[in-house]
């Protein structure tokens, strides 16, 4: 039997669920039949946890005959495979962590089990979170549904194609300097990574630990809100964690926009940037006047520029330290023919890694150690400041700042996998973001021969409302999102 309920958002399927017009375990069942069929094309999930999956959508099915409401109970989700789930292998798709099972949940899949989410599995990834185009993963590379050859942006790729190809509701990534916008961005799907601790990291595998963030990937920014509704909130267990009220984020979403001011940071139209992309965002920019905002288009953010240094010696030097625990001994991927105990840790580290790892280790290492410490990573830790501070300022003359989320659309698998730089150039939208702890999402916006552009609107710390609000009031007045990749 073929039907559509794959496709169904969280929203509309949790109407039919309350309604006993589908039941979980059907759902489940077309999500599994979809990944049947596509999966062999676009390789995005590293496990399926079907048997699981039913047993949680029969419960499910329980928990709404006896009057459970909640809108997430019995929809299935993909989780991230850099996101700790317990008792199901948790590989952040490294040969490193390949057979590590964690005994514990992190905070968001607890959160989302007490909403009686289906765990259907967990999705592939750049290995540790790093890259922005899912090569790096030691497993497999994961493809774009809107065009197999091309890549679907990373490191969360697997959870935005997954979303793309309906092989699943909504799914979980991370985003460290753009992985979960990127990625959502190239598979035309909405992603939002929220403030910096807004979103407990316990359970998370640590990459860069002062930038990294949990958010949700959804079919539209409805579901993006319910999501962060399940997810956010303060966890004792995360010592990052803030304890402020969390409120309801659907309560946001109008679509008038009256009132609202938008800045355009002319540095975010970067040189080399695809025409089609440029074009696309200033008119998705006059969509938002029309519906009421006022936009200012000649913003200047000047230390934009220097964000992708900052990005590339921060992030590669907590990378540094927080790997640090991958030494053979602990858990994790062992090399046990070795006759010293130095021998046996350098191995495990040579076998157990991949090259882009090892890159980000010893770019992490080498800016940390005595004698260039000043030199590379104060400095990057005061331009980074400077560019919190060059945010605040903005932000006291706009609600928000638009931009596109990639200069570019999907680019060919294998075009910038031996060309690092290129490769990091593919995140200067996002990057700073992260650096500032900002929120930010990433909603379809166009398409250029036939691939798909996203759009970054970026808030103050903690006004993810006024993002999802922008971000639906333009999602209503388009049809972007509704357009499907036919795989
Ligand atoms: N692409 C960036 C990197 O390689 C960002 C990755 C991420 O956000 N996890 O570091």
Known sequence: MINNHNRLTIHEAHRLLKAKQLSSVELTKACLERIRRVEPKVHALVTITDELALRQAQKADEL?????????????????DNICTKGIPTTCSSKMLENFVPPYDATVVERLNNCGAVVLGKANMDEF??????????????????????????????????????EIIYALGSDTG?????????CSV???????????????????????????????????ALVLNAIADYDSRDSTSVPYPTPDYTQCLSTN???????????????????????????AINK?????????????????PYALAVYYI????????????????????????????????????QYGFGAE???????????????????????????????RQEFDQAFDKFDALVTPTSPTVPFKIGEKIDDPLQMYLSDVCTLPINIAGLPAISIPAGFADGLPIGMQIIGKPFAEETILKIAYAYEQATEWHKRKPKI
């Open 190 to 224: 909405t992603g939002l990574k929220p403030t910096y601790s807004r979103v407990s990291r316990y359970g998370l595998v640590a990459f860069a630990s002062s930038l990294d963030q949990i958010g949700p990937l959804t079919q539209d920014v409805t579901d993006c």
């Open 129 to 166: 979170a790093m890259g922005s185009s899912t090569e790096n993963s030691a497993l497999f590379t994961t493809h774009n549904p809107w065009d197999l050859s091309r890549v679907p942006g990373g490191s969360s790729g697997g959870s935005a194609t997954a979303v793309a190809a309906g």
């Open 357 to 387: 790892v090892k890159r980000r280790i010893m770019l992490g290492t080498y800016a940390l150690s005595a004698g260039y410490y000043d030199a590379y990573y104060l400095k990057a830790q005061k331009v980074r400041t400077l560019i």
């Open 257 to 283: 926009l009256k009132g609202l001011r938008i800045g355009v940071p002319k540095e975010y139209f970067v040189e080399g940037m695809q025409t089609e992309v440029e074009t696309a965002i200033r008119t």
């Open 64 to 80: 709404i005959a006896a009057g459970d409401t909640n809108p997430l109970t019995g929809i299935p989700v993909l989780i991230k």
């Open 314 to 349: 921060i992030a590669p030097s907590e990378a540094s330290a927080n790997l640090a625990r991958y030494d053979g001994v602990k858990y994790g991927f062992s090399y046990l023919d070795a006759d010293s105990m130095w021998e046996a840790m350098e191995k495990t580290r």
């Open 178 to 186: 753009g992985s979960i916008r990127q990625p959502a961005g190239f």
């Open 288 to 304: 938002l006047e029309e519906l009421g905002a006022r936009a200012e288009w000649e913003v200047s953010l000047p230390h934009t």
